[in-house]
Nanobody
Framework: HVQLVESGGGSVKAGGSLSLSCAVS????????FAWFRQAPEKEREGVAS????????YYTDSVKGRFTISQDKTNNTLYLQMNSLQPEDTAVYYC??????????????????????WGQGTQVTVS
C-alpha cells in the first residue's frame, strides 16, 4: 500500500519561494511516475510537473517552466517541488501523486488525473 504525505505549504509574498515535500512509503517499483498537481478554488485540478523514476526527463506545465523544479531523494523516499518566483495565480492546494504511467508518457506530460492511483492529502500554498 503506497502512502504519500505532503508538507511545506504556507503563505508567501509574490516573488518568494517555497519548497514542498512528499514523503513516500510503501512499495514503489522501478519505473513509476511521480507528479505534482494543484487545485485552485473553483478550478479543475491540474498537473504541474512529473518525472519518471526510470529516466532523467522532467515535465512542467508551461505556466511553471523555469520557476518550479521537481526532484526526488531516493535515500529518504521523498519527492520535492521547489517553487521560485511565486505569483498569486500559483495559489492552490498542491498534491503529490504516484502512478504507473510509463516512460515517455510520464516525462512528456501525456497523462491525466485518472492515471494516478495514489494521492497525498494536499498542502495549501497561498501567494499574496
Amino acid at each position: 500500500h503506497v502512502q504519500l504525505v505532503e508538507s511545506g505549504g504556507g503563505s508567501v509574498k509574490a516573488g518568494g519561494s517555497l519548497s514542498l515535500s512528499c514523503a513516500v512509503s510503501g512499495y514503489i517499483y522501478a519505473g513509476y511516475c511521480f507528479a505534482w498537481f494543484r487545485q485552485a478554488p473553483e478550478k479543475e485540478r491540474e498537473g504541474v510537473a512529473s518525472f519518471y523514476t526510470g529516466g532523467d526527463y522532467r515535465y512542467y506545465t508551461d505556466s511553471v517552466k523555469g520557476r518550479f523544479t521537481i526532484s526526488q531523494d531516493k535515500t529518504n523516499n521523498t519527492l520535492y517541488l521547489q517553487m521560485n518566483s511565486l505569483q498569486p495565480e500559483d495559489t492552490a492546494v498542491y498534491y503529490c501523486a504516484a502512478g504507473g504511467v510509463q516512460g515517455y508518457d510520464c516525462s512528456s506530460g501525456s497523462w491525466g488525473r485518472a492515471d494516478f492511483g495514489h494521492w497525498g492529502q494536499g498542502t495549501q500554498v497561498t501567494v499574496s
